[in-house]
């Protein structure tokens, strides 16, 4: 007797129906099919819920910027070997027609995505695609006999790393940058006006010497400045070199041409450095280093996410309620602090993203894999997932009071931080010859270990001390609002 085979679906499938009751409707009975509706439904949260935040994106990093870039490659390289003659025959471009060429980046438009979309449909080539986008325009303008020159000795890698490389570049400088920079300055301002709100500290979640706020938001802000400015100092890498890097049919197709010259002409008249020694593909090393400093970047931010969120838990920080909104479904007392996870989920996406791609595009079996076409399509998402963290970030912190109250009565509830203060002083004091200044450590530890003191108790104690007298009224003046050091002037850094 025959066997039918079924799959684990099927098996499932099978077994989940035989369970339903006869009348009970099934998991898509009477549902609309949400694929189908019109306009598009977002399936990725950056596309439907978060798309606001991070819209600016989608003209640089988007599938449709990243043809209208390949179009821009094309366009240019076909004007850049017609200026210089590479070719016997080739005629002198018209300003009106140069013009023209460019219009067709230009004017790349939804009807342009379209018709695009529909000529890939038949060739089944992204960038074959363009190839032929570009030629349809050519007879317009006059040059129908110059369609042989649109991706003339071209594999598809040497338009792609040149699209991605704008596209990224265009990305971060005129996006991610200035919103990175606009959060630091947030940060640094609020550094500035609390640099002298004194604040206890906590080492391993214990009371510690104090410090004031400002420092402690002034760290943060001097941590991602110095990872913007490294996102800032990006090379971003391009190539022009045909199928393996070689120029082989450069060299054949013209051989009185010095194509090495020709090629780095090219890619730095599009704002880009030259690489001059490649695979089929552009190595991708500066998109991993990019990554790796960017993925730096939020793992800091998601540190000031998580210690803000710590801050608001203890009262250091009140936030500010938004008219009608709603904190919990339940109790109507809650102002969470959803800004701050919100951005710590995103951050933590971004980063999974961003390593993943850095340790993925710098690796390319022998002369070319297609590892990287599937990777480089989420460079968008995994910008994305940043921006709309330090998007998140800056509407939290818009939204918090300094509470320094509740830190002055932290900071007077833990007289006993003063012990580090007290037992170095009288380290000094025996280094002067001062007697009776024996295990000072020791002798704080008894009293302040486990204990709680406070300020009559600590300044007894150190009326007993036979410090000299200078010593004794520094300390006796020094509460723990006041030994904060300088922490206050340290914020001038960021200046």
């Known amino acids: 007797m025959a066997q039918s085979s079924s799959t684990p679906e099927n098996t499932a499938s099978n077994a989940n129906s035989t369970a339903a009751t006869p009348d009970a409707p099934g998991p898509d009975s009477g549902r609309v099919r949400l694929a189908q509706v019109e306009p598009p439904v977002a399936l990725g949260a950056l596309d439907g819920r978060y798309r606001p935040a991070v819209a600016d994106l989608v003209d640089h990093l988007s599938e449709a910027a990243l043809n209208r870039n390949r179009i821009h490659v094309e366009v240019e390289w076909f004007i850049h070997l017609c200026r210089h003659d590479v070719l016997p025959g080739l005629p002198s471009l018209t300003s009106e027609q140069v013009d023209g060429l460019r219009r067709i980046v230009t004017d790349f438009d939804a009807a342009a995505i379209s018709e695009l979309s529909q000529i890939e449909a038949v060739t089944v080539h992204d960038v074959k695609a363009v190839e032929y986008f570009i030629g349809r325009r050519l007879a317009a303008l006059g040059l129908e006999e110059l369609k042989p020159l649109v991706h003339f000795a071209c594999t598809s890698e040497d338009i792609n790393n040149l699209a991605y490389a704008v596209g990224i570049r265009d990305a971060i400088v005129d996006v991610w940058l200035p919103a990175a920079r606009d959060l630091i300055e947030q940060i640094a301002t609020m550094a500035r006006n609390s640099a002298q709100v004194p604040m206890l500290s906590r080492t391993h979640g214990q009371p510690a010497t104090p410090t004031t706020l400002g420092k402690e938001l002034a760290v943060f802000a001097h941590r991602l400045s110095r990872q913007v400015n490294r996102v800032a100092a990006t090379e971003f890498l391009g190539k022009i070199n045909g199928a393996t890097g070689t120029y082989a049919a450069h060299s054949v197709a013209a051989p009185q041409a010095d194509w090495q010259l020709i090629s780095r002409e090219f890619v730095t008249g599009l704002g880009l450095s030259w690489n001059p020694l490649t695979t089929q593909i552009e190595s991708h090393d500066w998109q991993a280093e990019l990554y790796a400093d960017m993925a730096r970047f939020n793992r800091i931010l998601h540190n000031l996410c998580t210690d803000v969120w710590s801050y608001i838990s203890i009262g250091f920080f009140r936030q500010v309620p938004v008219a009608g909104a709603t904190g919990s479904s339940t109790m109507p007392h809650k102002v969470n602090p959803i800004r701050f996870e919100n951005a710590e989920a995103n951050l933590e996406i971004s980063c999974s993203l961003l390593d993943t791609l850095g340790a993925t595009l710098v690796t390319s079996r022998w002369q070319r894999d297609l590892t990287d076409s599937s990777s480089q399509r989420n460079i968008g998402t995994a910008c994305g997932h940043s921006l ?19 830190m ?43 204990h709680r003191v406070d300020r009559a108790r600590m300044q007894e104690f150190v009326a007993e001390l036979g410090l000299s007298a200078p010593a004794e009224q520094r300390l006796s003046a020094l509460s723990p609002a006041s030994y904060t050091g300088l922490a206050s002037a340290l914020v001038d850094h960021l200046d």
């Open 408 to 450: 002055a009565a932290d900071l007077e509830a833990n007289w006993e931080v003063l012990g580090e203060a007290i037992q170095t002083v009288m380290r000094a004091e025996a280094l002067a010859g001062i007697p009776g200044m024996d295990d000072p450590y020791e002798r704080l530890k008894d009293l302040t270990r486990g």
């Open 388 to 406: 709309l963290a330090i998007s998140n970030v800056a509407k939290g912190l818009e939204r918090l009071d300094v509470a320094d109250d509740v």
